[in-house]
């Protein structure tokens, strides 16, 4: 694009084929209809497939609406490849940036919903019901509830959000690991629409239980602090309960005639290995804030940039 787009819309794809073929014409289509020159910039994360010669193919229809393919050097995961297409959005200097997932579970109709809100810092995209078994579903409500009790945010939403540039500037030099973590945590004007998760295009999901335990864990890094804090709160717990035990068995031992020979070594020594165990979760709680200040990043590209064909 000879001009800097309103909008750019990343968009990772991985091994998706077809659909994500699929996804750019249904993607076109909407953001089409906006009033405002716009980028469809997809990510390819070294798929194995013939994704990335699909995707080089193809062209758009509309006049207001461009292609952009990137092609990462290596594998990197959802994530990452997410930052690498915000770090090419960033040379591009748009006004607003969309990232989704290119599978079809993040409804393109909620972007002209975006684009109406109040576009100042993020727009998020709240999710309503989801097309996943009941046991994923499960798996996902603890997995809120828990990050709820840990952070003390709530967390309704993926991805799929609408940032402005300036937001994009910081999420540039900070990095993340988990985007829609990062975006929680964010002191900036934050507005919100709500729709529907929807199924695959190829009606498959790639989510598994493993997938969202790993996904779970990616999103407390990134309230590393938070983390460390609550550790540090059993330590200390632990650490206080186990002085007044051991007290209380030596008081025992040395005043009354209740104990039972052996059961202070053992309780004592059971108490004593509680505490180190909780030291340990507290000195994991280090190693995660420090690799979270290990995932700032140095603006280092990955990419390559794909011609795919001209307009038609």
Same mark, same amino acid.
């Given at each position: ?37 716009s980028l469809i910039l997809l990510v390819d994360d070294a798929s194995m497939d013939d994704t990335l010669e699909r995707l080089a193919g193809l062209s758009t229809s509309s006049a207001n609406v461009g292609l952009e393919v990137l092609s990462l050097r290596y594998n990197t995961g959802h994530q990452q490849a997410i930052y690498q297409g915000l ?66 945010? $709530? ?28 975006? &929680? ?5 934050? $507005? ?52 007044? $035990? ?18 202070? $070594? ?24 420090? &690799? ?21």
């Open positions: 694009m000879s001009t800097a787009p309103g909008l750019v819309v990343v968009a990772p794809c991985f091994n998706e084929g077809e659909v994500a073929v699929r996804f750019v014409r249904e993607l076109e289509a909407v953001v089409a209809n906006l009033p405002v020159q770090l090419r959005a960033h040379e591009l200097c748009p006004a607003h940036i969309v990232v989704m997932d290119s599978d079809g579970e993040d409804d393109p109709a909620a972007i002209p919903a975006m684009w109406t809100a109040d576009r100042r810092g993020i727009v998020l995209v709240n999710r309503g019901r989801r097309k996943e078994s009941w046991r994923f579903k499960l798996g996902y409500a603890v997995y809120r509830r828990l990050f709820r009790i840990i952070t003390g945010r $709530s967390l309704s939403f993926g991805n799929y959000s609408m940032i402005d540039g300036a937001v994009l500037e910081g999420v540039i030099d900070r990095g993340f690991v988990h985007y829609a973590a990062f975006l &929680s945590k964010l002191r900036v004007p934050v $507005s919100s629409v709500t729709f529907d998760r929807r199924q695959r295009l190829d009606g498959r999901s790639k989510m598994s239980f493993k997938s969202l335990s790993i996904h779970a864990f990616r999103s407390l890094i990134e309230y590393s602090d938070e983390v460390l804090e609550l550790l540090l709160k059993a330590f200390f717990g632990l650490a206080l309960l186990a002085v007044l $035990s051991i007290c209380y068995i030596v008081s025992v031992k040395l005043f009354t005639s209740w104990a039972i020979p052996g059961w202070a $070594s053992i309780l004592s020594v059971s108490l004593i290995n509680s505490t180190l165990l909780c030291l340990g979760f507290f000195s994991v709680g280090l190693l995660l804030a420090n &690799s979270q200040q290990r995932q700032e990043r140095a603006r280092k590209a990955i990419y390559r940039v794909v011609q795919p064909r001209q307009q038609a």
